[in-house]
């Protein structure tokens, strides 16, 4: 609730399909989206677990259960991050540009956020 949490380190699929077809990724981030419902956090390792087979585990809570808390967002997109087109992108490509995405959606962050939206943890 009080920060934003990606699971991206280990996510790169979408990075080996932008070089293989030449897209230039954008980061489309919602600030305040965290504070719309209050989703508990017990359990992680568990519900990491979980959600590996396709199972989402995500239990939230707002007003009366249904009724967001707060619908204060702040859409912000960036430019697009420039990625060569690669027709076979190596291991070594992948990584190279997802370290470049990881650090432009790092400066992304702190160069849009405002006091109180938290911050951001990379998983």
């Given at each position: 609730y009080t920060n934003n949490t990606l699971y991206l380190q280990k996510r790169m699929g979408f990075v080996k399909l932008c070089l293989?077809?030449?897209y230039n990724?954008?980061?489309?981030?919602?600030?305040?989206?965290?504070?719309?419902?209050?989703?508990l956090q017990g359990l992680?390792?568990?519900?990491?677990k979980?959600?590996?087979?396709?199972?989402?585990?995500?239990?939230?809570t707002g007003i009366f259960w249904l009724i967001p808390l707060s619908l204060n967002i702040r859409c912000v997109l960036s430019d697009p991050i420039e990625f060569p087109h690669i027709d076979e992108p190596s291991d070594q490509d992948v990584k190279k540009y997802h370290t470049l995405y990881i650090s432009k959606l790092?400066?992304?962050?702190?160069?849009?956020?405002?006091?109180?939206?938290g911050k951001l943890i990379l998983y």
């Open positions: 293989k077809y030449g990724p954008v980061i489309a981030f919602g600030f305040g989206e965290n504070k719309t419902y209050v989703n992680r390792d568990i519900r990491l979980i959600a590996k087979l396709g199972i989402p585990t995500v239990i939230f790092k400066k992304f962050y702190e160069d849009n956020c405002h006091e109180g939206d």
